[in-house]
């Protein structure tokens, strides 16, 4: 008999509720919210270090070189969250695994560099508030991909 298995005063053996199939859902779940919340804390570095060089740059190095400093930092920063806390990872080079999420971040940052000038030369939207709407738009496709290549899901303990 298994841990989720009971006994009932008739012998006849039942499933505990919370050990029904439902474990990996719970688990992905989790994991999904975890993931959601360091995503809040990245978008919340990255912002605040892109804002910190618009402040001390004041116009003398491009938006965009800023973007991309800020991105870079953010994630070698936050880099160690991810393969810790929301993916779990063992067993793979810190070194390899931080090149794919990079590569990850890329394809967001290049989203940000495509998109910002339009939406801020353009639209005549504001940077940060151009910039929040490229944010909120990126968490569900960078989660798909994360889970699936970048910490590959099979190496999750």
Same mark, same amino acid.
């Given at each position: 008999?298994?841990?989720?298995?009971?006994?009932?005063?008739?012998? /006849?053996?039942? /499933?505990?509720?919370?050990?029904?199939?439902?474990?990996?859902?719970? !688990?992905?779940?989790?994991?999904?919210?975890?993931? +959601?919340? !360091?995503?809040?804390?990245?978008?919340?570095?990255?912002?605040? &270090?892109?804002? &910190?060089?618009?402040? $001390?740059?004041?116009?003398?190095?491009?938006?965009?070189? +800023?973007? $991309?400093?800020?991105?870079?930092?953010?994630?070698?920063?936050?880099?160690?969250?991810?393969?810790?806390?929301?993916?779990?990872?063992?067993?793979?080079?810190? &070194?390899?695994?931080? &090149? /794919?999420?990079?590569? $990850?971040?890329?394809?967001?940052?290049?989203?940000?560099?495509?998109?910002?000038?339009?939406?801020?030369?353009?639209?005549?939207?504001?940077?940060?508030?151009?910039?929040?709407?490229?944010?909120?738009?990126?968490?569900?496709?960078?989660?798909?991909?994360? /889970?699936?290549?970048?910490?590959? !899901?099979?190496?999750? $303990?």
């Amino acid at each position: 008999m298994d841990s989720g298995t009971l006994l009932k005063p008739n012998n /006849r053996s039942v /499933r505990a509720p919370h050990a029904l199939p439902w474990a990996p859902l719970r !688990a992905l779940l989790g994991q999904r919210i975890t993931y +959601l919340l !360091a995503g809040a804390l990245t978008a919340g570095v990255y912002y605040a &270090l892109l804002g &910190l060089g618009l402040l $001390v740059a004041m116009d003398t190095v491009p938006y965009l070189v +800023l973007v $991309v400093v800020s991105h870079f930092i953010t994630t070698l920063i936050l880099y160690p969250v991810y393969r810790l806390v929301v993916f779990k990872v063992s067993g793979q080079g810190w &070194l390899s695994g931080f &090149l /794919r999420f990079y590569a $990850v971040g890329l394809t967001f940052l290049g989203s940000s560099v495509v998109g910002l000038p339009i939406l801020v030369e353009i639209a005549g939207i504001p940077l940060m508030v151009a910039q929040a709407l490229i944010i909120l738009l990126s968490p569900p496709l960078s989660y798909a991909i994360n /889970r699936t290549w970048a910490f590959r !899901a099979r190496n999750i $303990v």
